[in-house]
T-cell receptor, first 111, second 115 residues
Framework: RKEVEQDPGPFNVPEGATVAFNCTYS??????FFWYRQDCRKEPKLLMS???SGNEDGRFTAQLNRASQYISLLIRDSKLSDSATYLC????????????FGTGTRLKVLA | DGGITQSPKYLFRKEGQNVTLSCEQN?????MYWYRQDPGQGLRLIYY???????QKGDIAEGYSVSREKKESFPLTVTSAQKNPTAFYLC??????????????FGPGTRLLVL
């Protein structure tokens, strides 16, 4: 089983739709969680950290479920500019801190 | 503007040649990282450095070398021993490795192609 797993997609959704992605992780000692956005042929950029209580930033909401070992990202009112690949990142301590990246979920928002 | 810069944007390597990728940051971050990204795969850690003059191997260090002589700079050398170097190379930095300094920020990347 991969340490971090994501559905690769693509998720094709119309503008204005609500879309949700999940990311599962295998290491129960994982401490920190992040969502990054990566545009084609560009570097990943931090979208948001994921806190135990859940957090929201405008149209984006992130949730953490430690019992089931997954994090989620909800995007409301999708815009064309949201089209990108969304990377899930999990950090845990194994001697030193390690960041494990998922392969990403591709989102296409259609006009 | 504070940030991370990588150069060159594209790099071509001939068989048997060593090439060096540059990474510079002016964020005053202690920790720096090198990742490799291949199509359909997540980022994989090559090397990381928590402090000047110290660095550690990541998951796929074979065929690569690094140095950390200055806080701002963390160059990566792809040696001739790396048999499949074609990839997108990403440099990142974070304030530190502790919980408070955990967010990683990425440079724009270097695409390495083998001729």
């Amino acid at each position: 089983r991969k340490e971090v797993e994501q559905d690769p997609g693509p998720f094709n959704v119309p503008e204005g739709a609500t879309v949700a992605f999940n990311c599962t992780y295998s290491n129960s000692a994982s401490q920190s969680f992040f969502w990054y956005r990566q545009d084609c042929r560009k570097e990943p950029k931090l979208l948001m950290s994921v806190y135990s209580s859940g957090n929201e930033d405008g149209r984006f909401t992130a949730q953490l479920n430690r019992a089931s070992q997954y994090i989620s990202l909800l995007i409301r009112d999708s815009k064309l500019s949201d089209s990108a690949t969304y990377l899930c990142v999990v950090k845990f301590l194994s001697g030193t801190y390690k960041y494990i990246f998922g392969t990403g979920t591709r989102l296409k928002v259609l006009a | 503007d504070g940030g991370i810069t990588q150069s060159p944007k594209y790099l071509f390597r001939k068989e048997g040649q060593n090439v060096t990728l540059s990474c510079e940051q002016n964020l005053n971050h202690d920790a720096m990282y090198w990742y490799r990204q291949d199509p359909g795969q997540g980022l994989r850690l090559i090397y990381y450095s928590q402090i000047v003059n110290d660095f550690q191997k990541g998951d796929i260090a074979e065929g690569y070398s690094v140095s950390r002589e200055k806080k701002e700079s963390f160059p990566l050398t792809v040696t001739s021993a790396q048999k499949n170097p074609t990839a997108f190379y990403l440099c990142a930095s974070s304030i530190g490795q502790g919980v408070d300094g955990e967010t990683q920020y990425f440079g724009p990347g270097t695409r390495l192609l083998v001729l």
